[in-house]
């Protein structure tokens, strides 16, 4: 099959198999997935080789839209590393995702990919990609797969609500009319990346169906701040090599110490390490917004303070008309060296022979303890990953079907979980949407049609959403 991300092999209006289901309530669809990412993707497959009749409907005219632009455009299909170490990069609502993880891990998730044909390789930190360094060839084999398991797609569909009678699903509706389905799962993920189609469309329909939203907020975003030297773009474009931030509350509570790589830019900080620290700034000031906070950097963490000190003392002997800025750049940015000069209140352009080694040690200082004020993050429309969504509470962690609603499941970023960047959230799609659309087939297969709760039996028949 051609790929629908470079043509549009299927007809969103004629599906290519069973095109009589899910025209009226006594003959639904087993499954109906709402969402082409990779949740909703892993969930079609899971519920299709399940043994049940699964649709997936998508608004948009391309699958794993989001999926394709991920990890640069190379796809980081998940992260190595032992699951106790994996857990403690999850940081919405980990214990909901636990049972989801050990069913279908980031383990399972390789050998799938594996098991497809596409050869992974791991990098840094853990992070798994496909050798081919292409996102494509990830997505494109998801869709072929299901397609080939008989998965129909149905295209450029927006789904309006979840249609429901006595807190059981009974479908979708669309702007073409009702789709019945014994099961709905809906994976249409956050608010991020609004232009791959992720756009909140699903809470309205769980508050109606009397599901709890967490207020989304931005996470995994880069940082903003109203420093004079970020505000004046004195260090836009530097980017610093496996440096550490300690995020801290007015100056004295530590909220969460990061190491990785960083990118001054006009606004704030970004790059990796920025990114693993915005959730814990979101978080703080979604509780409190008057406190103050703080990124505090470590520019030179494999070196302590003393052997700083102990090296720019040595120079003073050996090199004692050399500028101390001067010197300083051996190890830092030479626009960085002004700001940390700055910091220290010590005028570096002269002979370090008559600096003080006072002044030495608060100059170390300074490299060692940068000091950024925070003023927030980006809004969410530039977030990689969506904090906030459906409240887990109101979600069974054993099979992602919904506490409020019988047949309704969920996966993905669509519920209040996420995670750090470096594959952690691809795998909470995929092991949430596996679980999800594993556990809708089997309660489907168990339904019987057409003596279920969506038949229309008469005038006392009223469908949430829909009236008949």
Known sequence: MSSPHTSNPIDPRNPPARTHMGTSPQNPWDVLIIGGGPAGLMASISAQETGAHTILVEKGLRLGRKLAISGGGRCNVTNAKPLPEFMENVLG????????????SNQDVQSFFEVLGIQLKEEDRGRVFPVSDKAATVVHALVDYAQSSGVTFLLETPVTEILSRKSQVCGVQTRDGPIWARTVVVATGGCSVPQTGSSGDAYPWARQLGHRVVEPYP???????????????????????????????????????????LLFTHFGLSGPVALRCSHYISTALRKDASHSLWAIIDTLPNTSVSELEAWLLAEKFTSS?????????????????????????????????????????????????????????????????????????????RTMESKRCEGLFFAGE???????????????????????????????????????????????????????
């Not at 609502?93 to 989801?100: G, H, I």
């Not at 940082?223 to 801290?248: A, C, F, M, P, Y």
């Not at 370090?352 to 429309?381: E, F, M, N, Y």
């Open 219 to 261: 996470t995994e975003v880069p940082i903003t701040s109203d420093t004079r030297w970020i505000t004046e773009k004195l260090l836009q474009g530097i980017s610093l090599r496996d440096v550490t931030i300690q995020v801290r509350q007015d100056k004295k509570k530590v909220l969460t110490t990061e190491r990785g790589d």
């Open 321 to 397: 008309r050399r500028y101390l800025s001067t010197l300083l750049t051996q190890r830092l940015p030479e626009r960085l060296v002004d700001v940390v000069l700055e910091q220290a209140q010590c005028n570096g352009h002269q002979p370090i022979l008559q600096i003080s080694d006072r002044i030495i040690s608060t100059v170390c200082q300074a490299c060692k303890q940068l000091q950024v004020h925070i003023v927030g993050t980006l809004p969410l429309a530039k977030a990689t990953v969506t904090g906030g969504g459906i409240a887990t509470q109101d979600i069974n962690p």
């Open 93 to 104: 609502n980990p214990r909901f995702t636990f049972s989801a993880l050990h069913r279908f």
């Open 414 to 468: 669509v519920m209040d979980i996420h995670a750090h960047t470096g594959g952690y959230n691809i795998t909470l799609a995929f092991s949430t949407g596996h679980l999800a659309g594993q556990q809708a087939a089997l309660m489907a297969l168990a339904t019987p049609v057409p003596e279920n709760n969506c038949r229309d039996t008469g005038s006392d028949t009223q469908f949430r959403g829909l009236s008949t």
